[in-house]
């Protein structure tokens, strides 16, 4: 028992030492080569900036956040339309994914300039970046957990005389939730990809907007520390989803409920 | 046999078309299958069986011929039908107490009445699982069940709402020896008890004889309905019988049968 929890315990603090060391060759490397901060600050110097700059560094961070938040949330609820659509009915499938498809190829940092001609510069061509570009996964996975449903199961449910609104209703629906949850975690890292993107491109406010203004002044250790505010925040979203995911689709983890 | 039968198949053919190519699937069978029968389709594989049981469904509705069920002619999926495939196809999201109670959040008068007699229809699933030998799993997940036992839910979902028709396309395929000849005798109680209409369809032989009152033998691709054979063993049949010489002599004349199909 005693070995089992230690073992537990070296398992949670690998990512941990993992990154101490990372951060500590990083150090090192710094010192020996002499490095000048404009090139690579040191990682001690970073958190230092990063607590003497806190208050802005959270300001800026936080208009990330909710502009990053307000196009995943946007991005779910079409994401999820759009995919019920295009998994139920096949015609909506043919019509539509060869679309979708192109769109996703095109590079969202083009779209930028663009929506700054529409809408302005600030929040609103970052909203809509990280729902342009977190919006393709959700209806992807949406799509695919519809698509995929035995069809042995269907026939059951057609036998009985269900409605095609029953079938998505009883069957579709339950089935395609885990892969609605798993596209989550990708999705909400892509929307911070996406506000980040438009912060630097045509913004005035937002961490991108931070980290391109710091770096315009040569102030890298700056730059760093925003990067690093993007990282934690990236993580802690990512954690959100996965707790969401294995809450709402307790079936799909079998493995873990068995025990 | 076929007049008054309660399923009749009537010259009924079945074409699949893939682009340009079409493919008979099933070619000219007639025969009628009476009102509490439990008949059986037995033949090389890709003959088609299972094409006969998507017509007689609707799911697939006969391209040539008809089919016609108590007095309709079958042109779409018709209701009161239940199915059970080799696949048990329970949802993981729902226990095996929910999974069996499906049928009745889709089927009139049932689904109108679900949410306000829930214990009556609960206490009805309890029955049914408990005569399966399910009773105390009623709570379980399909994933934490054996596949004996996830089949077994699967025909007490099948049989909830007491459907006059019961489909069995091979259900029985994918479990060990022990298991399948365990579940024929549950199978066999169970027809025993309510005598709806059985259509089995299998390679297994010994399977068909043992459950079926009649055992239809088709021929390879397309298929063509080539022998029909009555079981007149006393009912119920156990595993004992199943090696009794009146048993095994109807089990080789079934696979002789077979055999020339091959050879043809």
């Known amino acids: 028992m005693i070995a089992g929890r230690s073992r537990e315990i070296v398992r949670l603090a690998m990512p941990w030492l993992a990154m101490a060391l990372f951060l500590l060759l990083w150090e090192l490397v710094c010192v020996a080569f002499d490095l000048p901060e404009i090139l690579l600050p040191r990682p001690t110097r970073v958190f230092e900036v990063f607590f003497q700059r806190f208050d802005i560094l959270l300001a800026f961070c936080w208009d990330t956040l909710w502009t990053t938040l307000l196009g995943f949330f946007l991005a779910i609820a079409g994401g999820v339309v759009l995919g019920v659509l295009i998994g139920a009915s096949p015609l909506v499938y043919s019509g539509l994914y060869p679309l979708l498809i192109a769109f996703n190829a095109v590079p969202k940092v083009a779209l930028v300039p663009i929506l700054m001609i529409w809408v302005g510069v600030g929040a609103t061509p970052a909203v809509i970046t990280a729902f342009v570009i977190s919006f393709f996964p959700i209806v992807v996975n949406v799509a695919t957990g519809l698509a995929t449903i035995e069809p042995e199961m269907i026939d059951v449910l057609y036998s009985l005389g269900a409605t095609r609104f029953e079938i998505l209703r009883k069957v579709g629906i339950p089935r395609a939730m885990p892969y609605l949850f798993a596209s989550l975690k990708v999705a909400i890292t892509l929307a911070f990809i996406g506000s980040v993107i438009s912060e630097t491109v045509g913004g005035n406010r937002g961490i991108g907007f931070l980290m391109l203004s710091a770096g315009a002044r040569n102030d890298t250790a700056t730059t760093f520390a925003g990067l690093f505010a993007i990282a934690i925040m990236g993580v802690a979203m990512y954690a959100v989803c996965a707790l969401v995911e294995q809450r709402m689709t307790r079936w799909a983890f079998r493995g873990e409920l068995v025990s | ?264």
């Open chain 2, 1 to 264: 046999m076929t007049a008054g039968a309660f399923v009749e198949l009537k010259a009924a053919s079945l074409t699949y078309r893939l682009g340009k190519e079409t493919t008979l699937a099933l070619a000219d069978a007639t025969f009628g299958i009476g009102k509490g029968e439990f008949v059986a389709v037995v033949g090389p594989s890709g003959c088609g069986k299972s094409t006969i049981m998507k017509m007689v469904t609707g799911l697939l509705p006969a391209t040539g011929g008809e089919v016609v069920v108590g007095g309709q002619r079958v042109t779409r999926p018709i209701k009161g039908v239940g199915m059970a495939f080799q696949n048990p196809t329970l949802m993981p999201w729902r226990t095996t107490l929910d999974n069996v109670l499906l049928p009745m959040e889709i089927v009139e008068p049932h689904k109108h009445r679900f949410r306000r007699h829930r214990a009556e229809y609960v206490e009805r699933a309890m029955a049914l699982l408990k005569t399966v030998g399910l009773a105390d799993f009623a709570d379980k997940y399909p994933w934490q069940l054996s596949g004996g036992m996830q089949q077994r839910s699967n025909l007490c979902r099948a049989l909830i709402h007491e459907p006059e028709i019961l489909m069995l396309d091979e259900p029985f395929g994918a479990l060990d020896a022990f298991t399948r000849e365990e579940l024929w005798g549950v199978m066999q109680a169970l027809w025993l008890e309510k005598r709806f209409t059985g259509v089995l369809v299998t390679h297994d032989l010994r399977e068909a004889v043992y459950l079926a009152d009649t055992v239809y033998v088709m021929s390879r691709r397309p298929g063509r309905v080539v022998m029909s054979r009555q079981i007149d063993l006393p009912r119920p049949r156990t595993l004992a019988s199943t090696f009794e010489p009146a048993f095994v002599d109807i089990v080789h004349e079934l696979r002789e049968r077979i055999h020339h199909e091959h050879a043809a």
